[in-house]
């Protein structure tokens, strides 16, 4: 898996393992707006995963606001939502 979270390989309907062209990994970054760096400023998670990013303020999709003082909480809603860390810029959950 990259730092963004891409996969870095896929199974195609016939069973073979397939990886996308380094491009492609690239241009999918640059629209999330890493530009090839997106792995500083996007966090992708799945579901029920909590990891340590706090402390930060999370913005969520919904406009409310949520503090993190460590890990994600357990129940995030599924979305995109915007991180802004003590004393940084914002990034992207």
Known sequence: MARTGIQGHYVDALGRRRRPPASTIATIEAAMGGGGSAGADVIVVREGDRPSIGPVELR?????TRLVDR???????LGYHQIKRKGGLPGRL
Not at 60 to 64: I, M, N, P, R, V
Not at 71 to 77: G, I
């Open 71 to 77: 890990k994600l909480p357990a129940d995030l809603p």
């Open 60 to 64: 969520l999709e919904d406009g409310t």
